[in-house]
T-cell receptor, first 114, second 116 residues
Framework: AQSVAQPEDQVNVAEGNPLTVKCTYSVSGNPYLFWYVQYPNRGLQFLLKYITGDNLVKGSYGFEAEFNKSQTSFHLKKPSALVSDSALYFCAVRDVDNFNKFYFGSGTKLNVKP | GAGVSQTPSNKVTEKGKYVELRCDPISGHTALYWYRQSLGQGPEFLIYFQGTGAADDSGLPNDRFFAVRPEGSVSTLKIQRTERGDSAVYLC??????????????FGPGTRLTVL
């Protein structure tokens, strides 16, 4: 079975500092990994995905994620956090046996303080 | 253009009642998904449509849940004999291409269902 885990319920960072939101995965094959962001009362918005290729994936709003096969991780990063980045972030993996299905992590609340 | 819309945004009902939740996908998107997001959790897959047919309903929790998409556009998620445990935010997403290709899901804002 495929799954992702987000070990931190909440991450606090000061504006201008780098941020990392952690995600580890468990898949039986090559993973298709995604990051989404959810603002209050709004739908999830796609940030970036890893399918294959370069381990460092660049996405929307200056975010990037690093795929690390040996550590089975796909951490979300941004060099300089903005207060407007404060939101709920979800890591997700696509089921390799059933591409219709995505498995989401439980989410990490990012708080960026001025 | 317009994104995915869902109505109502909030629905409060009593235990045992029947509810319908509506999703309007982005025009032209053939794939449509329903997810359920319980408090403090990530979205949980319920059902996937490719066109008019339910290609995968393996995430529906039981036979009280049913979804249709009769014309390949708007979809309705139907819940019979609602239970308090059905309280959650129900999310709809649509995408442009076949799931076997590289694509992106666009999510609606969700319907918050509260069963009293």
């Amino acid at each position: 079975a495929q799954s992702v885990a987000q070990p931190e319920d909440q991450v606090n960072v000061a504006e201008g500092n780098p941020l990392t939101v952690k995600c580890t995965y468990s898949v039986s094959g090559n993973p298709y990994l995604f990051w989404y962001v959810q603002y209050p009362n709004r739908g999830l918005q796609f940030l970036l995905k890893y399918i294959t290729g370069d381990n460092l994936v660049k996405g929307s709003y200056g975010f990037e994620a690093e795929f690390n096969k040996s550590q089975t991780s796909f951490h979300l990063k941004k060099p300089s956090a903005l207060v407007s980045d404060s939101a709920l972030y979800f890591c997700a993996v696509r089921d390799v046996d059933n591409f219709n299905k995505f498995y989401f992590g439980s989410g990490t609340k990012l708080n960026v303080k001025p | 253009g317009a994104g995915v819309s869902q109505t109502p945004s909030n629905k409060v009902t009593e235990k045992g009642k029947y509810v319908e939740l509506r999703c309007d996908p982005i025009s032209g998107h053939t794939a449509l998904y329903w997810y359920r997001q319980s408090l403090g959790q990530g979205p949980e897959f319920l059902i996937y449509f490719q066109g008019t047919g339910a290609a995968d309903d393996s995430g529906l929790p039981n036979d009280r849940f049913f979804a249709v998409r009769p014309e390949g556009s708007v979809s309705t998620l139907k819940i019979q004999r609602t239970e308090r445990g059905d309280s959650a935010v129900y999310l709809c997403a649509s995408s442009e291409r076949d799931p076997w290709s590289d694509y992106e899901q666009f999510f609606g804002p969700g319907t918050r269902l509260t069963v009293l």
